[in-house]
Nanobody
Framework: VQLQAYGGGLVQAGGSLRLSCAAS????????MGWFRQAPGKEREFVAA????????AYADSVRGRFTLSRDNAKNTVYLQMTSLKPEDTAVYYC??????????????????WGQGTQVTVSS
């Protein structure tokens, strides 16, 4: 599975962005998909995850209620809708795939495939 994340950019605090992650491979629909982020000088942290069917999701406390993760298996794509953005959301955002249909894993080591990352910058 190859993953490509895109949709990042510069936005003012309070604004919105939608990140997308396009996947290759027929097995995409069988995998848990997750988003992580990494700010300069910090460890990569969990943002959100979604089960193979989209029926289950998990969010970090810091983004719950502001970010929404969804997927379209017909398009092999997952979407992270980010609203009410804050400067502390600034980071490189990575999408990842876990071969388990639903694991809810929040640690990077639990994911098998990674995209290249897309920069999100929120100005105050």
């Amino acid at each position: 599975v190859q993953l490509q994340a895109y949709g990042g950019g510069l936005v003012q605090a309070g604004g919105s962005l939608r990140l997308s992650c396009a996947a290759s491979g027929r097995t995409f629909s069988m995998y848990t998909m997750g988003w992580f982020r990494q700010a300069p000088g910090k460890e990569r942290e969990f943002v959100a995850a979604i089960s193979w069917s989209g029926g289950s999701t998990a969010y970090a406390d810091s983004v719950r209620g502001r970010f929404t993760l969804s997927r379209d298996n017909a398009k092999n794509t997952v979407y992270l809708q980010m609203t009410s953005l804050k400067p502390e959301d600034t980071a490189v955002y990575y999408c990842a795939a876990d071969r388990d249909p639903w694991s809810g894993r929040i640690y990077p080591r639990g994911y098998d495939y990674w995209g290249q990352g897309t920069q999100v910058t929120v100005s105050s």
